[in-house]
């Protein structure tokens, strides 16, 4: 029995959830070989921290409060071990709904991590699918999952794989506008490099452009503008003006 055009077509729409599923069960084995989902919240220093910030966040939107200073305030004065204004709290926002939804459980926030550990490796299953097979583009999201610091910030609390899940779309989005030119994809870019990484990384303490003084230069690039002899302008000023005086007659290229 040959194999149709719509067989091929649902062949490849079964790729994405099945990969998905895998690299889910993988990161899962991962936090249940290493302990996590029995662990208590010390690994590192600041994991308690970020799993507080998401619960004060948690709690804040099942009081239904319209006041989230206040709120926080009294929060400090019970639990006074979380991370947000020290962190931006966007990460904390996406915690804290997950965990009103599904719970703040230790296992809830695990499948938590998992989710975001999955989305990350699902990106790059993704990516070299487009240039391989899918057992292959698998096996190198698989040989991702199985990077040591990968496998740690797997089994944590912790806002790393956030940031590079922001970092790797940014640069996709980047690369796929200067492969099509089209704008919606410099929109994402501009969105996950100036607005969204922002939300979760922790500010640094100095202002490049009050901080650093410029020593020398190292690059001169000059424009330089020119013209067929046949152009009766003979300077920047008279170009502009003859290119306004003839619209859509002119050619240019970059």
């Known amino acids: 029995v040959g194999r149709g055009p719509g067989t091929t077509q649902m062949t490849r729409r079964l790729y994405w959830p099945a990969a998905a599923l895998m690299i889910l069960a993988l990161i899962t084995f991962v936090q249940y070989r290493s302990g996590a989902w029995a662990a208590s919240y010390g690994a590192y220093p600041d994991e308690p921290s970020h799993f507080m910030g998401g619960l004060m966040v948690r709690d804040f939107l099942a009081s239904g409060s319209l006041h989230p200073v206040q709120f926080a305030e009294n929060h400090y004065l019970f639990q ?77 609390v912790m806002t790393d794989l956030s940031v590079a899940l922001l970092d790797f779309a940014t640069t996709l989005a980047v690369g796929n506008y200067f492969e099509t030119r089209k704008w919606r994809w410099a929109i994402v870019a501009g969105v996950g490099a100036s ?31 020119i013209t067929n002899t046949q152009t009766p302008a003979r300077s920047l000023k008279e170009f502009i003006a003859y290119a306004r005086a003839n619209p859509g007659k002119l050619n240019f290229a970059v």
Request: proline residues 9%.
């Open 195 to 225: 607005a969204a990484l922002p939300a979760f990384i922790k500010g640094s303490s100095f202002e490049p452009g009050k901080d650093f003084e410029p020593l020398t230069g190292v690059l001169y690039a000059p424009y330089v503008i």
């Open 80 to 156: 006074p071990y979380f991370a947000v204004g020290y962190w931006p709290p966007a990460f904390y926002v996406v915690e804290g709904a997950w965990m009103l939804l599904v719970g703040y459980s230790h296992p809830a926030t695990m499948v938590f991590t998992a989710i975001i550990a999955g989305s990350l490796a699902l990106l790059l299953f993704r990516t070299a699918r487009r240039w391989t097979s899918p057992a292959l583009a698998f096996t190198i999201s698989a040989s991702f999952l199985a990077i040591p610091s990968v496998q740690r910030s797997s089994s944590l």
